[in-house]
DNA sequence: AAAGATATGAAAGTATTACTATTAAATTGA
DNA sequence: TCAATTTAATAGTAATACTTTCATATCTTT
């Protein structure tokens, strides 16, 4: 039971005005997931979003100051509700090896449904960062928004899983790049698997990718 | 020594007229990877690639129907160029293993220097597949191209190279999986390293990326 | 319930992008 | 040298990514 109360606050530096702090905010970000979704965020557009929910552009603007904002809170959401999973689902858990295969299978697994305590749809949100979510890094900007700590919430989920790694093997040189060789791989496969499909070896119904990633990463920290 | 009178085919599906035919396409070609690594490629424009080389933006028309065709030509020229190295350093080498290292260098190394037989400079071009191919595949798109084979290239050194790990261990279930998961990995790795140092482990000098990705491979292939 | 503050909407405007089309001039090649 | 091809110059279009201004609606406080 997911229900439980919880909140995720995102950092006042993402948003211009807190798109929770009002109906038009929530539509702004609820419209906007299902439209990154339909026609890919290059196609999409405040304009187009601002039709779809009836308000008006510039009011949109008063949330976000471009659309690139709006996918850089989008990710850093995604971020910290993964991180919420992750805390809530190794609490308690003693053995470090079964925290970071908890870890591991929450990156790597395909988000199917949405026990939503929110206004927000994970599933789709999921499908974004999958599609679109390099995008927001690889700009010429990204040291500047770096430094603003536009992807302080990835870092910090990369951070608690490679400790996770260390406390099975301190000796371990290399824990953040294999960490964040699992995630972004993780991604790119489920792509390649609906895309490109010769660049992976995904079967139905066979789980390749979670096992794939859970195999590597124990045997690659193996001492 | 590199100077063979090689020459790389690029697909005429790829282009509208073919860059290799005049001195002006080779100069659209050429200014638009400098063009691209200084601006990025969503600030580089066909406007300002005309500004640069004299010439006017109707005429790259002429060659690249969109600067999307174009990253799509460099992308497909860096592959074929992959693939000339790949197959070149392997042939004579009967140990499976070896001819596997080869390649996994020749994935995650850094391209430093261009013992040039082109006009293309590569350096620059393995920057520019760092920063941005994801960014042509990632498109609402990528299905249709696909099957135009804007892609091709790459899945053909991919499936080259899964070949190789199948020589090893022909039981090995993911072989599209873990080179295609190595070879993104280390262009992400190595655009961390510069722009989101926290999500990698690269120090100076000590060819970590090289050194992960290697030992990655072999134990992961391990019988 | 009035006054003030704040949020939203409507409309218009700007600079730039990603092209297309037309026509003229230059170059090349048989 | 004549024709074909290539390139350049110019202009034009629809859309993007915003910004600005001003009016109106709505909420808050007294």
Redesign the pocket.
């Known amino acids: 039971m997911e229900s439980l109360s919880i909140h995720i606050t995102i950092n006042p530096e993402l948003y211009t005005?807190n798109p929770e702090?009002?109906?038009?905010?929530k539509k702004i970000v609820q419209t906007s997931i299902e439209m990154i979704n339909d026609l890919g965020f290059?196609?999409f557009?405040?304009?187009?979003l601002g039709v779809a929910i009836?308000?008006?552009?510039?009011?949109i603007?008063?949330y976000f100051?471009?659309?690139?904002a709006l996918l850089v809170y989008l990710i850093n959401w995604y971020w910290s509700w993964i991180e919420y999973k992750l805390v809530f689902a190794t609490t308690n858990i003693t053995s470090a090896k079964d925290k970071l295969n908890i870890a591991i299978t929450l990156f790597t697994q395909e988000v199917k449904e949405d026990n939503s305590f929110t206004f927000i749809n994970k599933v789709l949100l999921n499908k974004i960062i999958i599609s679109e979510s390099a995008k927001a890094y690889h700009t010429k900007d990204v040291d500047e928004e770096n430094k603003k700590g536009f992807y302080k919430t990835y870092k910090r989920v990369v951070q608690r899983v490679s400790d996770m790694v260390l406390e099975i093997n301190p000796k371990f040189e290399f824990p953040h790049m294999l960490i964040s060789t699992v995630i972004e791989g993780a991604h790119h496969q489920r792509y390649f698997s609906q895309h490109l499909p010769s660049l992976t070896d995904v079967e139905e119904g066979k789980n390749n990718i979670v096992r794939f990633y859970t195999d590597l990463v124990q045997k690659i920290i193996a001492k």
Do not use: A, I, V
């Open positions: 005005k702090s009002s109906d038009l905010g290059e196609s557009t405040f304009r187009k009836g308000s008006n552009e510039s009011s603007y008063r100051e471009s659309k690139h």
